[in-house]
Every structure is written in C-alpha cells, then in structure tokens.
C-alpha cells in the first residue's frame, strides 16, 4: 500500500559527508510529519530529526550544526544531508513517515527497512 525506501547509505571517513533519502510511494493522499531515525547496535532507535509539511526542522543535539533534515513535497521525498560525520554517527538510519492514504482519514505511520551508515577510517 505505502512503502518507504531509504538509499544513500555507506561507508565514509571520519569528516566526511552522505546524503540519505527517503522515497514513499503507493496510495498516498498526504504526508505531514517526515522523521529519520538511527539505531545503533545495542542501543535504542533514536530520533535524529523531523521535519513538518510546512517544513519546520527539529534535531537532536548530537547533530545540530552538522545535519539538515529536507523534503520535496512534489516526490514525497525526505533528505538527509550528514557533514562532519564523526564515528558515533555509525548506524542503521531509518526513515519514518506519518501517511493519510487515498480515500482515508487517518493517518498511519510507516518505516522504512533503513540504511547502513559507517564512519571509520
């Protein structure tokens, strides 16, 4: 019905920089909150930032200053622009999207299967 599809993930150097996106597609009405999520091993899945439709930005401290969280309304869309990436930013980064289905009123959430991203040198 409504999948999300994360790719820019990879391995990179430590300051270096990675573009994620976020792709839904299906039977899509509207999409309000865009949200990407990162989950390390061992640790909980976190948030990383959000996004609204209008588009108003929220971060985690951890990424303020070096992340920027974007969207395309037009291709139901999110981006992540990740500079100055340190190795504690290596997880798996997940996308998440709140979608209102045609024909529908609600609004369910939805994950993606997530993408890897490494920082090592």
């Known amino acids: 019905q409504v999948q999300l599809v994360e790719s820019g993930g990879g391995l990179v150097q430590p300051g270096g920089s990675l573009r994620l996106s976020c792709a839904a597609s299906g039977s899509i009405s509207r999409i309000t909150t865009m949200t990407w999520y990162r989950q390390a091993p061992g640790n909980q899945r976190d948030l990383v930032a959000t996004?609204?439709?209008?588009?108003?930005?929220n971060y985690a401290n951890s990424v303020k200053g070096r992340f920027t969280i974007s969207r395309d309304n037009a291709k139901n869309t999110a981006y992540l622009q990740m500079n100055s990436l340190k190795p504690e930013d290596t997880a798996v980064y997940y996308c998440n999207a709140n979608v209102q289905v045609w024909g529908g009123t609600k609004f369910y959430s939805y994950w993606g299967q997530g993408t890897q991203v490494t920082v090592s040198s």
């Open positions: 996004i609204t439709l209008a588009g108003g930005t």
